[in-house]
């Protein structure tokens, strides 16, 4: 069976830091693109970072380009969200998913393997 768990979300403060973690499991997930997408209420999920295989591309939304990073560790078949200076804004559920066709897109679509997500909730 083919999971994506999330994990590392949680309350914190403007300014704050978080790191998510995505453990997959039921396959390999080595050649697959990984990417995190964040869905607040009543708006529609939208992209947040992707990496390549290799981490050889990373590709970030504007809204989160030099706070955000994302990684890889392929020996633990895990995926990786650093966030820092967090805003309200950010306040959201993340998931991550995986693209096993490498489609190199933030379009969700892709994604053919999703987890449940992970709350994150950032106080003003």
């Known amino acids: 069976q083919v999971q994506l768990v999330e994990s590392g979300g949680g309350l914190v403060q403007a300014g704050g830091s978080l790191r998510l973690s995505c453990a997959a499991s039921?396959?390999?997930?080595?050649?697959?693109?990984m990417g995190w997408f964040r869905q607040a209420p009543g708006k529609e999920r939208e992209f947040v970072a992707f990496?390549?295989?290799?981490?050889?591309?990373?590709n970030y939304a504007n809204s989160v380009k030099g706070r955000f990073t994302i990684s890889r560790d392929d020996a633990k078949n895990t995926a990786y969200l650093q966030m820092n200076s967090l805003k309200p804004e950010d306040t959201a559920v993340y998931y991550c998913?995986?693209?096993?066709?490498?489609?190199?897109?933030?379009?969700?679509?892709?994604?053919?393997?999703w987890g449940h997500g992970t709350q994150v909730t950032v106080s003003p």
């Open positions: 998913a995986a693209d096993p066709n490498r489609s190199y897109t933030t379009n969700p679509r892709s994604y053919t393997y």
């Open positions: 039921g396959r390999t997930f080595n050649s697959d693109y």
């Open positions: 990496i390549t295989s290799n981490s050889f591309t990373r």
